[in-house]
Structure formats: structure tokens, C-alpha cells
T-cell receptor, first 116, second 108 residues
Framework: GAVVSQHPSRVICKSGTSVKIECRSL??????MFWYRQFPKQSLMLMAT?????????EQGVEKDKFLINHASLTLSTLTVTSAHPEDSSFYIC????????????FGPGTRLTVT | SQQGEEDPQALSIQEGENATMNCSYK?????LQWYRQNSGRGLVHLIL?????REKHSGRLRVTLDTSKKSSSLLITASRAADTASYFC????????FGAGTRLTVKP
């Protein structure tokens, strides 16, 4: 089946530093990838839509200068949390939309970010 | 904004009992998926049901979809303690929207 990976799975960083999270589709091409954020005991919140070769589309309320998204290839999207603060601590999950398959998305395992 | 809404928000049952969770949504969909999430872990895809399907089975899981009522249900039969987790429905159209989830606790 379709597999999506994320790296790292866990990261702890100090306040003010930047952290990059990678999302890869391992056995299929993904023109579109999505980034979600999940707070404890809550559902996933869509942050942005990442399209290969173009700028990401951010959901209302999500700071695009703080959460930089790059979709450099059909199998890789990255999310960079810039100047991280403790309130950015969260679980970040990506999903990849299989190119050519109607509305099929596959989720990565998530990245736990802790900002101290 | 969230699309799917699950109910109940929390469900506690004994091992061996069946668990039923419901999901309602608001807009047209292409398919609906159910996911499981153990505490602090990522999502695990359980089952996908397309808008032209009414029922689907996978092991102890049974999913129904009623597009006229914009609702779906997930039935877990003969539950086990290991089924304890949060269950989310997700609707797929131009993007994917998640509900708040149902927290299922199966007591041994």
C-alpha cells in the first residue's frame, strides 16, 4: 500500500530556533500534500495545502511566514517552523494526495515537536 | 474548519461488546475514511468507503455510508482492550477534513 514517511518523528528544540520537518511519499507521486497540526486530545487541523512547484495555500489563521512550506518534488514536502516558541509545540502530520487517484490521501506517522 | 463530526465524543464498553461510532458531515464528498489514533501516536488508516458504496467490511470493522443523510457509522465487533483509541472520520473532497473524534475505551 501507499506509504508516507515523516522525519524526524520527534524533535526537541529551544525557543527561537527553526525546525524542518520532511514529508515523503515513498512509493507514489504526490502533486499535493497537506500539513496538519494536532493539539492534545483534539482533532487534526488543516494548516496548509502544498502543491509541487507552486506556493502553498494556507488556512485562515495560519502564519505563512512562521510555517514555511516547500514542495520541491513530487515526493517531498517540507514544513519549517521558524523562530519556534513553546506554543508551537504540537503534533504535526502530513498527508500526500496520490496523483492520478481520485481523492486518495495517505497520512504520515506524524512529528512530535517540543519547544523548550 | 472541521467537516466531520463524530458522536459520541467518548464511549466506554466492556471487552467483547460491540462499539458503534457515528460521523456526520456537511458537504458533498467523494469518499469517507475512518482512522484510528492511539494516544500520542499517528493516524492509522482503517477503511475507505466511496460515495457510491453503502457498506464495507474489514475484519471486525463494518462501515456504512448514507449520503442522503450525510452520515457514516463505524462498528467494531467483539471489541478488545487493544481497540482503545480515538477514532476519526475524515471526508475527502478537494481536501480532507476531520471530525473531533470518538474516544473509545474498552475495559478488559
Amino acid at each position: 500500500g501507499a506509504v508516507v514517511s515523516q522525519h524526524p518523528s520527534r524533535v526537541i528544540c529551544k525557543s527561537g530556533t527553526s525546525v524542518k520537518i520532511e514529508c515523503r511519499s515513498l512509493d507514489f507521486q504526490a502533486t499535493t500534500m497537506f500539513w496538519y497540526r494536532q493539539f492534545p486530545k483534539q482533532s487534526l487541523m488543516l494548516m496548509a495545502t502544498s502543491n509541487e512547484g507552486s506556493k502553498a495555500t494556507y488556512e485562515q489563521g495560519v502564519e505563512k511566514d512562521k510555517f514555511l512550506i516547500n514542495h520541491a518534488s513530487l515526493t517531498l514536502s517540507t514544513l519549517t517552523v521558524t523562530s519556534a516558541h513553546p506554543e508551537d509545540s504540537s503534533f504535526y502530520i502530513c498527508s500526500a494526495f496520490r496523483t492520478g487517484a481520485t481523492y486518495e490521501q495517505y497520512f504520515g506517522p506524524g512529528t512530535r515537536l517540543t519547544v523548550t | 474548519s472541521q467537516q466531520g463530526e463524530e458522536d459520541p465524543q467518548a464511549l466506554s464498553i466492556q471487552e467483547g461488546e460491540n462499539a458503534t461510532m457515528n460521523c456526520s458531515y456537511k458537504t458533498s464528498i467523494n469518499n469517507l475514511q475512518w482512522y484510528r489514533q492511539n494516544s500520542g501516536r499517528g493516524l492509522v488508516h482503517l477503511i475507505l468507503i466511496r460515495s457510491n458504496e453503502r457498506e464495507k467490511h474489514s475484519g471486525r470493522l463494518r462501515v456504512t455510508l448514507d449520503t442522503s443523510k450525510k452520515s457514516s457509522s463505524l462498528l467494531i465487533t467483539a471489541s478488545r482492550a487493544a481497540d482503545t483509541a480515538s477514532y476519526f472520520c475524515a471526508t475527502a473532497g478537494n481536501d480532507m477534513r476531520f471530525g473531533a473524534g470518538t474516544r473509545l475505551t474498552v475495559k478488559p
